[in-house]
């Protein structure tokens, strides 16, 4: 499986941006997907998640509201939508897939280290 980001870019403050991943190979084989984001001297974070119908999404306490996780899975792609955007979302987003689903909780969704597969990362910058 191979995953890539794009859509990253410069916006100004309050600006809206939507980044996508394409999934290829046995995209089949995945089941929840998420968008995680790192800063420059940072840890990488937990942004969005989804699981493989749609209809479980976990977000970033401080995120929800402004962000928006969807996925087509008849187009293998999988999107963020980004509103009201701040500088602080200024970072490199990853989007990543994994094979197995022993939890549906949002906690278990936002670790890293449950993630199979990663892309390479589309950055997006916020100018203030």
């Known amino acids: 499986v191979q995953l890539q980001a794009s859509g990253g870019g410069l916006v100004q403050t309050g600006g809206s941006l939507r980044i996508s991943c394409a999934a290829s190979?046995?995209?089949?084989?995945?089941?929840?997907m998420g968008w995680f984001r790192q800063a420059p001297g940072k840890e990488r974070e937990f942004v969005s998640s989804t699981n493989l119908s749609g209809s479980n999404t976990c977000y970033a306490e401080p995120l929800k509201g402004r962000f928006t996780i969807s996925r087509d899975n008849v187009k293998n792609m999988l999107y963020l939508q980004m509103n009201s955007l701040k500088p602080e979302d200024t970072a490199v987003y990853y989007c990543?897939?994994?094979?197995?689903?022993?939890?549906?909780?949002?906690?278990?969704?936002?670790?890293?280290?449950?993630?199979?597969?990663w892309g390479q990362g589309t950055q997006v910058t916020v100018s203030s």
């Open positions: 990543a897939g994994r094979l197995f689903t022993p939890s549906s909780s949002c906690f278990y969704s936002s670790q890293v280290k449950t993630y199979d597969y």
């Open positions: 190979g046995r995209t089949s084989s995945i089941h929840d």
